[in-house]
Each structure stands twice: as C-alpha cells, then as structure tokens.
C-alpha cells in the first residue's frame, strides 16, 4: 500500500475521474516528482483496464451481429424444417391416396361401363 501522505487516497478517485480540475491538479503535480505513486498509479492503471469491460469497435460489432443473426436464420429453419416435414409428409401421402382413390374408381366405373355394354 502506498503510503506517501501528499496524494493519499486521491489515487482511486483521479483513476475513475471523480476528482475536481483543482485536485486532479494535486495529484498531476505530485505524480511528477514522486515516483513511487506514479508507479502505483500505473499498476492500478493497467489493472482497471483489464477489469474495464471490452467495447466492440463497429466493425466487430457489426461482425458479431451479422454472426449471431445466420446462427439463429440457421436455427430457425432447422426448427422450421422439423415442423414442416411432417405435414408435407402427410400431404404428400393424403395426395397419393386421393390419386389412388380416384384411379381405381375410374377403373370400376370404366370396367362396370364394358360390362353393361357388353351384356
Ligand atoms: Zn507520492
């Protein structure tokens, strides 16, 4: 722990930018003659910016977006595609059934139309 009694516990607030213009004068001027707080204040410096949270630039931004939006399209289709093939099944087979139907009924109605003429 710094223990140097000019700047104190002004460290903390000058990193967050809590301080006014007149104290963060304070402690610009105290940084430049001592340098075991300029040392601490660099420690803490470099620990806050790996603790700060990451912003994306707007190009990785837009690439994060553009990744996540064909995740879920892929993902949505997938859905789409296990709803719908059922029913697609079921029509296709209710299709070939109506056909079937209609075939074989033309079959007795044409083979019932022989036969009369015939007799
Ligand atoms: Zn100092």
Request: a positive charge; charged letters at 25%; hydrophobic letters at 45%.
């Given at each position: 722990?710094?223990q140097?009694?000019?700047i104190?516990?002004?460290?903390?607030?000058?990193?967050?930018?809590?301080?006014t213009?007149?104290?963060?004068?304070?402690?610009?001027?105290?940084?430049?003659?001592?340098?075991?707080?300029?040392?601490?204040?660099?420690?803490?410096?470099?620990?806050?910016?790996?603790?700060?949270?990451?912003?994306?630039?707007?190009?990785?931004?837009?690439?994060?977006?553009?990744?996540?939006?064909?995740?879920?399209?892929?993902?949505?289709r997938?859905?789409?595609?296990?709803?719908?093939?059922?029913?697609?099944?079921?029509?296709?087979?209710?299709?070939?059934?109506?056909?079937?139907?209609?075939?074989?009924?033309?079959?007795?109605?044409?083979?019932?139309?022989?036969?009369?003429?015939?007799?």
């Amino acid at each position: 722990m710094n223990q140097c009694k000019h700047i104190g516990n002004l460290i903390g607030p000058y990193l967050y930018g809590d301080l006014t213009t007149q104290e963060a004068e304070i402690v610009e001027n105290h940084l430049n003659s001592c340098e075991r707080c300029r040392l601490e204040v660099d420690v803490r410096r470099k620990v806050l910016a790996r603790l700060a949270p990451q912003t994306p630039t707007p190009e990785e931004r837009t690439r994060i977006l553009l990744a996540v939006r064909a995740r879920t399209l892929r993902a949505d289709r997938a859905v789409a595609g296990a709803i719908l093939w059922p029913r697609r099944a079921f029509v296709a087979v209710a299709a070939g059934a109506v056909a079937a139907a209609l075939f074989l009924g033309g079959m007795w109605v044409g083979g019932r139309r022989r036969r009369e003429r015939s007799a």
